[in-house]
């Protein structure tokens, strides 16, 4: 699970190449399928739209997002 710093933001990027993108107390607001070349994402949500990113030095940077990798309890 990736979270933006304020936790507003969660996305889980899943196993099978799908992505499940939470915005607050909405779940699912954005759901779509990814794919990693690299350190290099590209997304295409189920709607169409399409969206990257890239993950450096254990970050995410999604387009205008900073996403942290959640820390397992």
């Known amino acids: 699970m990736w979270v933006t ?11 099978d190449g799908r992505y499940d993108e939470a915005r607050g107390n909405r779940r699912s607001a954005y759901t779509g399928r990814y794919t990693v070349t690299g350190s290099h994402l ?9 969206a990257t990113g890239d993950i450096r030095d254990g970050v995410l940077f999604h387009e205008h997002l900073v996403l942290y990798k959640e820390k397992q309890a």
């Open 5 to 15: 710093a304020d936790g507003h933001i969660r996305q889980e990027l899943r196993a």
């Open 42 to 50: 590209d997304y295409v949500d189920d709607t169409g739209f399409t």
